[in-house]
Every structure is written in C-alpha cells, then in structure tokens.
Nanobody, 130 residues
Framework: QLQFVESGGGSVQPGGSLRLSCAVSGRTLNGSLVGWFRQAPGKEREGVSCLSTSDGIGYYAKSVKDRFTISRDSAKNTVYLQMNSLKPEDTATYYC???????????????????????WGRGTQVTVSS
C-alpha cells in the first residue's frame, strides 16, 4: 500500500522556518523522482522542489530557490523540505509525491506534477502571516 504522510506544517511569522517531513510506505524511494508540491486556494498545484534519488540532482522553483532545501533519509524512507525565510506567499497546502520509471527528468516532475502524479495524500498546511 503506497502511502505518503506529510507532517510538520503549521503557522509561522514571515521570516520563520519550518521543516516538513514526508514518510513514504509501501515502496522504497530508491530510484524515484520525489518532490514537494503546494497548492493555495484558487491556484494550481505547483512544484516546489524535486529530487532524483538516483543521482541526487535537485530542482527548485524560482520562487523558493536559496530558501528551501530538499533532502532524503534513506534509512527512514522519508523526504524532508527545510523552509527558511518564509514569506506570506508560501502559504499553501504542501504535498509530497513520487514517480518511478519512465524517462522523466527531475525538472519534469516539478513543472508538470498533475500530469505525472496520479496519487495525492492529505498534505500539510503551511500558513505564513503576521
């Protein structure tokens, strides 16, 4: 049973930090493209940061580059998103997901998440406000 369980969201002030966790069960992340995505009310889901577990190549959306960092703990089969210098526009529900197989590159996953991913979990809410 493939399952993605996101956690770590919350409410923070601008400039604050959060660390999101995504525990994956049912399939190892080895050999996958895995990423974090977010969706704000009235907006499309967008890729935030994606990672190729095969070669370690990462991708970051321009809006979060130099502020967010994606990483993986192989032993725990968990992917993380460290979010620093948070801005109000980062407010959204954050999801993690992964894709195995195919000839996709990491940027493809982040640029077209709904075309590539067919399974989404509950997500975790991040709210950045004063």
């Amino acid at each position: 049973q493939l399952q993605f369980v996101e956690s770590g969201g919350g409410s923070v002030q601008p400039g604050g930090s959060l660390r999101l966790s995504c525990a994956v069960s049912g399939r190892t992340l080895n050999g996958s493209l895995v990423g974090w995505f977010r969706q704000a009310p009235g907006k499309e889901r967008e890729g935030v940061s994606c990672l190729s577990t095969s070669d370690g190549i990462g991708y970051y959306a321009k809006s979060v580059k130099d502020r967010f960092t994606i990483s993986r703990d192989s032993a725990k089969n968990t992917v993380y998103l460290q979010m620093n210098s948070l801005k109000p526009e980062d407010t959204a529900t954050y999801y993690c997901a992964a894709r195995w197989g195919g000839f996709l590159q990491v940027q493809d996953l982040c640029r077209s998440p709904d075309r590539i991913i067919g399974y989404w979990g509950r997500g975790t809410q991040v709210t950045v406000s004063s």
